[in-house]
């Protein structure tokens, strides 16, 4: 049975858009065109469509995906190696869920949290948020990072509790403005996100590119994210567009 491009949109939960832009890079041609132009999907399209997906769930870019499917024509092996990503994946966000649930038991104050786990889990992902870094904006934005990190030798359990309750406070109010349909770079947005820059500046002194990129991370980086939607589950793609808007407006940053 052949389908036509609104038929397998619906059916797959993309958008017709989005299926054209597929077959126009040639990753997903549709078994035949005909002569009035409507293009049709068979099978053999549509489970090239199911790996594409699966492959885009875990945000292999696109022309990545086009190697990889050229590279398997067993479509068992190749769903069985997909299946075998999505449960490390989900493995792996299992781990960081529990990292983050302990991290805010220390940081609220559970004293079922000892101290000493309380530090190497700080310690933890402090490396991981580092190693982040270091790979998305080249060792010189790492090594800031652990100067930031160094501005904080002496601090006790107690003044990172006030640092996470004050944080937690600012994510509260921004998420009420988000809520409220607040736009991220609207006047209001900006005035609450002086004081986001001001916290982050007292600890790291980032630069308009430092602190723009800084809103990509607070996205893409999972204990990041996982941290802020623990206050707004929509909250980070709200706050990582203000923080950017932030460094565009009143910082001066510029890609050019």
Do not use: C
Not at 14 to 41: C, E, F, K, Q, W
Not at 84 to 103: P, Y
């Amino acid at each position: 049975m052949e389908r036509t491009v609104s038929q397998v949109a619906r059916l797959a939960g993309v958008s017709v858009r989005t299926l054209r832009h597929y077959d126009a890079i040639g990753l997903l041609p549709p078994g035949h065109v005909a002569s009035n132009g409507y293009r049709y999907y068979g099978r053999a399209e549509l489970l090239r469509l199911q790996r594409i997906l699966l492959l885009r769930e875990l945000d292999v870019p696109l022309p990545a995906i086009g190697r990889i499917l050229a590279e398997q024509d067993d479509e068992i092996a190749a769903l069985r190696d997909h299946r075998e990503q999505l449960v490390q994946e989900r493995q792996r966000l299992d781990a960081v869920i529990g990292s983050v649930d302990r991290t805010l038991q220390g940081l609220s104050g559970d004293e079922s949290v000892g101290d000493e786990e309380f530090f190497a889990g700080l310690s933890t992902k402090r490396s991981e948020l580092q190693e982040d870094l270091t790979e998305r904006f080249g060792p010189g934005v790492g090594a800031s990072f652990e100067a930031a990190v160094r501005a904080t030798d002496g601090w006790g359990r107690e003044d990172y509790e006030r640092m996470a309750d004050e944080g937690r406070r600012l994510l509260l109010r921004l998420g009420a403005a988000r809520a409220r349909g607040v736009l991220p770079d609207s006047p209001e947005a900006l005035k609450l996100m002086q004081l986001h820059y001001q916290g982050v500046y007292d600890l790291w002194q980032a630069d308009a590119t430092g602190y723009y990129n800084l809103g990509g991370v607070l996205l893409d980086n999972a204990d990041q994210r996982a941290l802020i939607a623990s206050v707004d589950p929509e909250l980070p793609p709200w706050l990582s567009a203000a923080v950017q808007a932030y460094a565009i407006r009143k910082l001066g940053y510029s890609s050019h």
